[in-house]
């Protein structure tokens, strides 16, 4: 898991408030739960930083909600 202000490597996967954010080849993110029951349905991210898809997620669990 990444701390605040510490650099990502691209290629490692990032636990997020109960997701794992996978890099993938093409600059990809696939998100999915830690654990089951799950809150959301795995689903891929667009190209963009880890910040940009932390920030996504945290807009899908506030439209759960």
């Known amino acids: 898991m990444a701390l605040a202000g510490t ?29 089951s029951p799950m809150e959301m349905l795995p689903f891929r991210a ?5 910040e940009d898809v932390k920030a996504l997620v945290d807009w899908r669990l506030n439209q759960a909600a």
């Open 7 to 35: 650099k990502v490597n691209r290629d490692t996967p990032v636990r997020y408030r109960g997701f794992v954010l996978i890099p993938q080849a093409d600059w990809t993110w696939v998100v999915r739960p830690e654990r």
């Open 46 to 50: 667009p190209a963009s930083s880890v």
